[in-house]
């Protein structure tokens, strides 16, 4: 509560950490996930309110966000509604 966003610096064992974590969260069925890395080491998972997408938006300068949810929705079945 009451943090800030910056734009990260992702150096090789935060990616490899990265690239190491995305297949275990598929298997576990898990879309979308927050993990805080750092240093290559997985500081935190947040697997129910991964947050910082529109974070993102604002670093990137491309509205994401907004299909990334309708991705999600779609997934678990209420598109549509």
């Not at 890395?37 to 910082?52: E, F, H, Q, R, V």
């Not at 990334?68 to 079945?77: A, W």
Request: net charge negative.
């Amino acid at each position: 509560m009451g943090g800030s966003v910056e734009r990260a610096v992702v150096d090789e064992a935060t990616l490899c950490l990265a690239r190491q974590l995305g297949p275990i969260f598929a298997t576990d069925g898990l879309f979308l996930v927050g993990a805080d890395l750092a240093g290559g080491k997985l500081l935190d998972i947040s697997a129910t309110t991964p947050g910082g997408l529109w974070g993102a938006e604002r670093f990137e300068g491309v509205s994401f966000a907004e299909e990334v949810v309708r991705s999600i929705e779609r997934k678990v079945g209420l598109s549509g509604r």
